[in-house]
């Protein structure tokens, strides 16, 4: 089931992380960031509605991509791995104050193609005093 699903009009599937070990070129309708509790219901309903999609988790487990979001780096090359997409959606929590500014400003730096992906935070998160309207990207 992982890393995506296609439509009948795209590319196809995949079945194991094996043919990511390369920059990933193609696009995806939805980016999932952090495929834990809620892909169990979202990557269905995905497959449901004929969207593609990738799916990332810490270890890289179940065929998903790995990816760690780290708020202290500034290493552009982990999102270079991840797929551009229509729709980022980060599942995971983001406590650190500037951490979602940073995590979308990195993303759409690694991007090589015109696509202009939108980006839903849907993990919880507790931003810490001293935050400004800028570090929300909701």
Known sequence: MYPFSASPVSVGAQSSAAAWTSPITMTVDILILGAGWLSTFLIPLCNERGLTYAATTRDGRDGTLTFVFDPSSDEIETYCNLPDASTVLITFPI????????????????????????????????????????????
Do not use: M, W
């Open 95 to 138: 406590t650190e104050s500037g951490g979602p500014t940073k995590l979308v400003n990195l993303y759409t730096a690694s991007r090589q193609s015109a696509v202009q992906p939108r980006f839903l935070l849907l993990g919880c998160h507790e931003p810490k005093t001293g935050v400004t309207t800028q570090d929300s990207i909701a």
